[in-house]
Every structure is written in C-alpha cells, then in structure tokens.
C-alpha cells in the first residue's frame, strides 16, 4: 500500500480549493477543542495527503502557484476560525464540561474509521503501532491527571512552555487522531491561549494597542512553535507515510483512541483553597475569591443517572456528526490512499 503525498497542482480544481477551506473551518474549530483533531478532518474532507505534501514542499522553498492556493484555502480558513470562535468554545468548555467533553468523546471515536478504511487488510506492524501510539496517549493522559502540567516558575520557562504548547498544536493540526486542545490541556496552556486569542480580537476591536501587546506575549511564542510543529512534523509525516504506510497509521489509529482515555466527561471546576498555587500566585484568603473559574482547577464527580444518560447520548450525537464529515471526503481518501 502506497500513500499518495505529493500534490499536483493539476489536481487542484477549485472542487479541491472549496473542499480545503471546508477543511480549514474543520481543522480551526477542532484545534479550539480538546479531544477533536485538526489532521482527521484533513482526512475526513480529502485533502490529508495533498496538505502534508504542499507543506513539506513550502519547507523546501519550492513555491508553486495553485500548492500555495490550497495552502491558503485550508490554513487562512482555519485562523479566520479560530479568532472569531474562540470566545464561544471557551465559554463552553469552562462552564458545560462534561456536556463539551462528552460530545468530544463521540467526535473523537467518529475518526476510528476512516483510519481503519486506510489500514486494511490489517496486518502486524499496524497493530504493533497502534498499541505503541495507544501506549503513548494513556501516559499523556495519567500525566495530566497527575498534575504534572504544572504553572512555569518563571517568565523564560513560561516562554518556552507557550513555544512548546505551540509545537504541539502544530504537530497536531498535522497528525490525524491527535488532538491540539487535548494536547494544551495537558500542557496547561488551553485556557492561556484561548484568552490570549480572545483578549487579542477584543483588543483590536477596541483599538486597545497595550492590552494587544499583553496578548502577543503569549501569541507569538505559540505561533512559532506552530509553524515548527507544522513544518517539522509534515516532513516528517510524509516521510513516514512514503516508507512505513502501515505501521504508521496503525501508530495514528492508537493515538486516537488513547485520546479518549483522557477525556473523562465528569469533571467539574473546583474553587481555590488556600495554599493552592495557580499561575504561580500563594492563594490566601485575601485573594482566593479574585482568581477566575477559567483558572480553576477540575476535580471528578459522581454523576447522576441522568448525566450518564446525557452523556451517552451526546458521544452517539458526536460520533455521527464526526462520522457524516469523514462522509465528504470518503471517496476523495480512497483514490489517495490507492
């Protein structure tokens, strides 16, 4: 099986263009959300192969007209997403958790086929890779549980978290099953970003020049760490998918479903106590009642019956919503993957 990743700008018709910017609504609505993936609905849409290849061969500095045209169609999309929705998505996350999580539990599982559409017949090295990649998202998830995403204890290495957070984002916009916002909530940078993207928007706004400055402190460390995630794992994905297809969508069909280990839905917002520290601040009893509910920590519930039947019925309503999109592009993947 041989997985086609070099675009021809013969192929780019404007069928090709709508469905990338199509494609980048997706990716930029999916890399506000913990649990979905900017590279599977890539995938889903049609256009994973063609991306992975135009980026690689941009990094190469071979420019050629119509590759950056659905360079453009897919990435310009995906921001214009991301800043205007922004807002919205962390809103939802902060104060409907396990409502968001549970319908991210069913987008996330609605991936699981079109992964295994491009790994059959199924053999050996891809169920070693999905254990593998399985294995790797499990870890992910014990780490944030455990509190192992902690606050930087200083301005150089919350720069360098924010760049790393970036990369990860990055990587993840690229890598089907993999996804950024699950990715930064394990980092603890999800909330950080998001209100820097929305402090950012409402300061242009307003035409607030200082509070715009505030933001791009956190904005352009993560913006460089995408473009390096983003160029160094298209390479590096195109590279793999050339030599080792199998091994390494089996690799990305257990990163997807490790995803969903960590994304327990009955999780809610728990109130500061004293000696807690967050954002590197002592809470006290003087300033306990001045840190934001988007700061707080969570903490695991007992959900009533009614709940686990929610939430139930949410993950069939994302799965089928994650599953129609994979829909669009069904035929599209097939001829790729041929």
Known sequence: M??????????????????????????????????????????AVGIYPQFIGAIAEVSKFRFRAKTLLLLGSVIGVAVIAIALLARQVKYLVIYHHWIMYSLFIGLTLGGVPILLRMLKPIGASAILGAIAGFIAMVLLALAQSSGVASEPSSDTAAVAMLVIAGIAGGAAMILPGVSGGYLLLVLGQYIVILGAIETARAAVSDQNWSQLSEAARIIIPVGIGVVVGVVGVSNLIKFLLDRYPKATLGVLLGLLLGAVVGLWPFQQPAAPEVGDYIKGRLIT???????????????????????????????????AASTAVARIGASTGKENSS
């Open 285 to 319: 009893e003087e300033n306990k009642s001045s840190i934001d509910k988007e700061d707080w920590r969570t903490e695991r519930f007992s959900p009533k019956a009614s709940q686990i039947a929610g939430c139930l019925g949410l993950i069939l309503v994302g799965l």
């Open 2 to 43: 041989k997985v086609k990743t070099s675009p021809d700008s013969k192929d780019l018709s404007a069928t090709t263009l709508a469905r990338g910017g199509f494609g980048g609504l997706l990716m930029g609505l999916a890399n506000l959300v913990p649990g979905l993936s900017g590279g599977t609905m890539l995938l």
